[in-house]
């Protein structure tokens, strides 16, 4: 009998401690809610493990089949549409922002804020109200050597109906009605680039405001990068119009790792839509994005 019970307890203790050892997927309601994407995706995730992906500017292409699980820290979402799966550790989300990323090539990591506790379906104007009142940021620029650039020491430049005020230390490289770009070397020998174009024409404001997620992830691939993640994305106001501003982590086979730091303005008064962009080496000595955000707050309609 004492034996008996002896190998109940036993097996009893055996089931218990693989019970409690287990690492099995499951849906904590902590997780759960409505998420936005940097990039412009919303997804929803149920307690009942359904999930649902999209875009918010759009109604088309929303996958409304797919699942989700917790399992070891890492949230893991099954793009059932896609045929792949997306993954964020919880372990490594700052300051409540969760960076998904893929083994899928057509899917770039993108940082997600949770908005709402709610699986709420919201309509694509609901999702990119939401938008213009978030910023992100999972990660700071490199912490280098200020340049020392007196911002009241400057050469003008004027493109797409906007004036900037350029720090004297960039030369010109080319110039033209539609484009003027710069470089510098910083003491390390490591070339800075600095560029102001015009990208296309002006958007309506509530065409901007649904395109310039687009915009931003098309820029992003169109630079030739073999892998990127936004940093940090938010929308302002430079010189009085509509922006998208946003730095991402570049690792190009030409230039190597950098930052590059980017706002699209969305110039209605020229009718013409401007880009300011700035690719910082990981290498290099100075803090150029402080300069470059000096650039961003003095520029004027011209």
Not at 61 to 74: E, K, P, R, Y
Not at 253 to 282: E, M, P, W, Y
């Amino acid at each position: 009998m004492k034996f008996r019970k002896l190998l109940f307890f036993m097996l009893l203790f055996t089931i218990l401690t693989a019970c409690g050892s287990s690492s099995a997927s499951f849906h904590p309601v902590e997780w759960a809610g409505t998420y936005a994407g940097a990039h412009g995706t919303v997804m929803t995730l149920a307690s009942d493990g359904k999930a649902r992906i999209g875009h918010a500017a759009s109604d088309e292409n929303v996958d409304t089949d797919s699942s989700w699980a917790l399992s070891d820290d890492t949230i893991t979402v099954h793009c059932k549409a896609g045929g792949y799966n997306i993954s964020a550790n919880t372990r490594l989300q700052s300051d409540g922002i969760l960076l998904f990323k893929s083994e899928e090539p057509t899917w770039d990591p993108e940082p997600f804020l949770r908005i709402s506790e709610a699986s709420t379906v919201l309509s694509k104007d609901d999702h990119l109200a939401i938008l213009e009142d978030i910023d992100f940021n999972i990660e700071g620029v490199p912490s280098h050597e200020s340049t020392g650039w007196d911002a009241s020491s400057y050469t003008t430049a004027a493109v797409g109906g906007i004036e900037f005020h350029v720090p004297e230390y960039y030369q010109l490289q080319s110039s033209s009605d539609s484009s003027m770009s710069y470089a510098f070397k910083d003491k390390d020998g490591v070339v800075v680039l600095f560029n102001i174009s015009i990208t296309g024409s002006a958007l309506s404001d509530e065409d901007f405001r649904k395109e310039k997620y687009r915009i931003q992830n098309d820029f992003m691939k169109e630079l030739g990068v073999n892998g990127h993640r936004i940093m940090d994305a938010g929308n302002c106001r430079i010189a009085g119009f509509q922006s998208r501003l946003f730095t991402f982590f570049a690792d190009t086979a030409q230039d190597g790792q950098n930052h590059v730091r980017t706002a699209f303005i969305n110039n209605t008064q020229s009718g013409k839509c401007v880009s300011v962009c700035l690719l910082q080496n990981l290498d290099s000595l100075y803090d150029y994005v402080e300069d470059f955000n000096t650039i961003i707050e003095t520029a004027a309609a011209s």
